[in-house]
């Protein structure tokens, strides 16, 4: 499978303050990438695709202008959770897909968000 | 209704032990099924996929029933070492995956 790399692995911030989550695909040129969420002892909760080179797609209930997506080439796609909130803490996950026939997802390590 | 549901358990099982798990789907047009584990506070991994002829992997097997439109997972002779949150996921009929919320086992020694 592929190896998908995220960074930071944890952060903890101030309310307010903006903050930049990178997703890497390591050996595997990903068109489409996934972000998604997971409060604790929930499921994931996916909250938009990313598309390379495009804008990306969100779900239903997920504001666009305060998680900004951007993936600028086939490697790396970043998460930005503008003027965060104690109620943006949780477990920030990206995974890539379409290695093959069947759409097997593969994950980064997540990336843990404290606000306070 | 949730689109993939699964029983959150825990499921408390000695090791050695058969454990069987279900999920059902409300999306008919769901093509692709996967189990992934998920340990405390890691990202999920792919544990497989689920076929339409049955998928078998060592101690674990996945079985699919479109009719009923269920997936399941058996595990047998538990491990300790299998204890874990098991994450059912459905396809939407296209790109996008439906993750359930998971089935917490625990296997005891």
């Known amino acids: 499978g592929a190896v998908v790399s995220q960074h930071p692995s944890w952060v903890i911030c101030k309310s307010g303050t903006s903050v930049k989550i990178e997703c890497r695909s390591l050996d595997f040129q990903a068109t489409t990438m996934f972000w998604y969420r997971q409060f604790p002892k929930q499921s994931l909760m996916l909250m938009a695709t990313?598309?390379?080179?495009?804008?990306?797609?969100?779900e239903q209930g997920v504001e666009k202008d305060k998680f900004l997506i951007n993936h600028a080439s086939l490697t790396l796609s970043t998460l930005t959770v503008t003027s965060a909130h104690p109620e943006d803490s949780s477990f920030y996950i990206c995974?890539?897909?379409?290695?093959?026939?069947?759409?097997?997802?593969?994950f980064g390590p997540g990336t843990r968000l404290t606000v306070l | 209704r949730k689109e993939v549901e699964q029983d959150p358990g825990p499921f408390n099982v000695p090791e050695g032990a058969t454990v069987a798990f279900n999920c059902t789907y409300s999306n008919s047009a769901s093509q692709s099924f996967f189990w992934y584990r998920q340990d405390c506070r890691k990202e999920p991994k792919l544990l497989m996929s689920?076929?339409?002829s049955g998928n078998e992997d060592g101690r674990f097997t996945a079985q699919l029933n479109r009719a009923s439109q269920y997936i399941s997972l058996l595990i047998r002779d538990s491990k300790l070492s299998d204890s874990a949150t098991y994450l059912c996921v459905a396809d939407t009929g296209g790109f996008k995956t439906i993750f359930g919320a998971g089935t917490r086992l625990f296997v005891k020694a």
């Open positions: 689920v076929y339409s």
């Open positions: 990313s598309n390379e080179g495009s804008k990306a797609t969100y």
């Open positions: 995974s890539v897909t379409g290695l093959g026939d069947y759409n097997e997802q593969f």
